[in-house]
């Protein structure tokens, strides 16, 4: 795609040895993504994170607004500092506008959101329209904030995204037991005496900083993502508030810093995409890998889970037609009228050699130890109880127990066996029949 | 949210005047009015709590129980009323309540521990920008092992089960060494280990000289449970001890002709044994 680019070229940008100005650049995105996600954590836990989208959408008019006023001070109206006050003030006035709503009618923050957002970003494209047609000096600067331009960053620029990166860091290292309190249970908060308004308006303010910060590097369309990926990512892999800020703040970094190099390396490619999708591309690792949240590690509990069940079933199979070894064949016919597939017959053979609940006898058949006739013993008790718990109890008709049955027998506790155990001994007369109420399916 | 009703009368006196409220009252609530967009849900309600006792809210489904609790503690703005704490403003006795929300209100799904949950409540006394020190972590875990968890302290609370959640809210409550309690639906769906453990707190709470006001709904268990009731159903159908107001007379009042079928369910119960759900 780009021959110019080798290696080494590469590996120049990414250990910052390639200019000056494209250090500049990475250091400031990296700077930007640290902070973002850092705030991004208490935005996602407060359930606030799409009002960064709207924040963003309202700073455009500021913009605007702040390259007309400039202008007609006789200020620089392209002069940074002033163009992301203005952004900052329209911003707040679009959370403001949000309160206002959810306040005063019945809509709901969603609804809410979704008008402030079109509308100040409706009035933010005239504004910007108007600026085009009738001052054409030096306004070509402004389209910029919509899809962001790393490029033009300056080195004041990235002592600015250090500062907020600095605010953002300590305020929520300072506050985070207030903060994490306000975000879990905001009532509790409220009647324990805590200001929850005004711990909600930092949340905001900081997110509006860094929302304004992000503008030049990612432009507004984009930035919401460096508020939410980074901690939708991290949640992935942690449970601990802390750890989740950390991680978060470095996912946050490592897009800012992965996505401007990868842009520099590759011009005409811009920043701000290439951060977001750098970003995506973590997301979709941690939702995918993860240990425990993870769709693989879900994918292979549900599996584990299954095959458990299955062999619970086998065992329990056995005990009830009282017999301790299986042919090869007879294993086969026994999986097949459980209504499992015949695919599961290895594995299952294999799963309960593991938990030595049977032994593999050559041929493929197996033969139950010990501990397999205790365990069917215990499943089949289980079994019968469940079922005349339902049957009795639950006012279930007993042709639609089973199928109930072979979903939640293994998720009974000790505690409602050894209920349902005095229960039954209490009414001799509701004792069951092992197998029973069962199907003469098997 | 702008409330519309007006009340009949609005006292500003200290209820310790009037002779029906005390101060030496915990609670002292009288002619609340709660609306929500026009609609009032709670109507004059008028009531008092004495020290040491376990008070039941009970009443049908959107009699206004949980409102009730909620405009005690300022949680939602009442339309007319005053509620007095020791015959103080709530202001004022703030670190002497103590709140369990209802399990429902809030994502378990947070990244926090159990112990973490129990030491928000002692972050009152903990203050502003203070790290929880090993003391506080001590008397969280003490709060824990009252409520049978001290094994799972350190458990996310997305994996305990539901009446674990509701143990964690109440060691949580017990934290914050309050003397007066609002508990909203602590009974509701949960097993009979954690329903046992609950009533056996209460128990101490009230041994211990505290009130606790709890919203219920178990017909069946209040007369064991409870000192007092407040039988509700927008308004105070009836209040004071439990062997005294909770007759057939009452409920029929407070429940109109949906207690018969309450009443089929409750026996439907009782024969199926404890806890069925």
């Not at chain 1, 006035?93 to 402030?116: N, W, Y």
């Not at chain 1, 992000?214 to 919401?224: D, I, K, N, R």
Request: hydrophobic share 50%; aromatic share 6%; with cysteine.
């Amino acid at each position: 795609m780009n021959p110019g680019t080798s290696i080494t070229e590469v590996l120049e940008i990414l250990t910052f040895r390639s200019g000056f100005n494209t250090t500049v650049v990475i250091g400031g995105t990296a700077l930007l993504g640290l902070a973002a996600g850092v705030v991004g954590v208490f935005a996602l836990l407060r359930k606030r994170s799409l009002l960064a989208d709207a924040v963003s959408h309202a700073t455009l008019p500021g913009i605007a607004i702040a390259f007309l006023t400039a202008g007609l001070l006789g200020m620089e109206p392209r002069s940074l500092p002033v163009l992301l006050l203005g952004a900052a003030i329209s911003g707040l006035a679009g959370t403001g506008a949000i309160h206002l709503i959810v306040h005063h009618s019945r809509l709901r923050e969603d609804a809410a959101i979704g008008i402030v957002l079109s509308v100040f970003f409706g009035l933010g494209i005239v504004l910007l329209s108007y600026i085009q047609s009738e001052a054409a000096t030096g306004s070509a600067g402004l389209n910029a904030f919509i899809y962001g331009q790393a490029a033009t960053m300056r080195t004041a620029d990235v002592l600015l995204m250090g500062a907020i990166a600095a605010v953002s860091i300590a305020l929520p290292a300072v506050l985070h037991k207030e903060l994490a309190l306000v975000c879990f249970n905001a009532d509790f908060a409220r009647v324990d005496g805590w200001p929850v308004a005004r711990l909600d308006l930092v949340i905001v303010a900081l997110i509006v900083l860094v929302t304004v910060a992000g503008l030049q590097a990612v432009g507004l369309l984009m930035v919401v993502a460096l508020l939410i990926i980074p901690p939708a990512a991290a949640r992935f892999w942690t449970e601990r508030l802390w750890v989740l800020l950390v991680l978060s703040g470095f996912v946050g970094a490592a897009s800012g810093y992965a996505g401007a190099a990868i842009s520099a390396a590759f011009p005409n490619r811009p920043a701000g995409a290439v951060i977001v999708l750098t970003a995506g591309f973590f997301f979709a690792v941690s939702m995918f890998a993860a240990p425990r949240r993870g769709i693989a590690a879900a994918l292979i509990r549900r599996a584990r889970l299954r095959l458990r069940i299955v062999c619970d079933h086998v065992v329990e199979a056995m005990h009830d037609a009282g017999v301790d070894e299986l042919a090869r064949t007879d294993f086969a016919d026994l999986i097949g009228n459980l209504g499992w597939s015949p695919r599961l017959v290895a594995p299952v053979r294999l799963v309960l050699a593991q938990q030595r609940l049977a032994r593999p006898r050559p041929g493929g058949g197996l033969s139950l130890t010990e501990a397999g006739r205790a365990r069917g013993r215990r499943v089949s008790r289980n079994h019968a109880l469940w079922t005349r718990y339902l049957i009795t109890h639950a006012d279930i008709a007993p042709s639609h127990v089973d199928w109930s049955v072979d979903q939640v027998e293994h998720a009974l506790s000790a505690e409602l066996i050894a209920r349902l155990e005095a229960d039954l001994a209490a009414n001799p007369a509701a004792r069951p029949e092992p197998r029973a109420a069962k199907k003469a399916s098997a | 949210m702008s409330p519309v009703l007006h009340a009949s009368r609005t006292k500003q006196a200290s209820l310790a005047e009037r002779s029906e409220h005390s101060e030496h009252n915990p609670l002292s609530v009288h002619a609340v009015t709660v609306a929500y967009h026009r609609k009032p849900v709670i109507w004059d309600v008028d009531f008092d709590i004495e020290p040491g006792r376990l008070v039941a809210i009970v009443g049908p489904n959107g009699a206004g129980k949980s409102t009730l609790v909620k405009a005690c503690l300022g949680l939602v703005p009442r339309a007319a009323g005053q509620v007095e704490f020791w015959g103080g403003s709530y202001a004022t006795s703030r670190s002497r309540v103590g709140y369990v929300p209802q399990r429902e209100s809030v994502d378990w799904d947070f990244p926090v521990s159990a112990l973490d949950v129990v030491c928000m409540g002692r972050y009152r006394k903990i203050g502003w920008c203070r790290p929880v020190s090993r003391s506080h972590k001590r008397a969280a875990t003490a709060c824990l092992d009252r409520v049978g968890l001290a094994d799972l302290a350190h458990r996310q609370i997305s994996q305990l089960s539901g009446g674990q959640q509701q143990r964690v809210f109440l060691a949580r409550a017990l934290a914050q060494e309050a003397d007066l309690y609002f508990m909203d639906e602590p009974f509701a769906g949960v097993d009979a280990a954690t329903e046992r453990a609950i009533v056996a707190v209460l128990r101490e709470l009230r041994d211990e000289g505290k009130s606790v006001l709890v919203v219920h709904h178990d017909l069946q268990t209040v007369r064991t449970y409870f000192d007092d009731i407040v039988m509700l159903n927008m308004r105070v159908v009836a209040t004071g001890p439990v062997n005294e107001v909770f007759t057939n007379e009452n409920l029929h009042k407070t429940y109109g002709g949906r207690l018969t079928l309450l009443s089929e369910a409750a026996e439907a119960v009782a024969r199926a044994g404890a806890g069925a759900p």
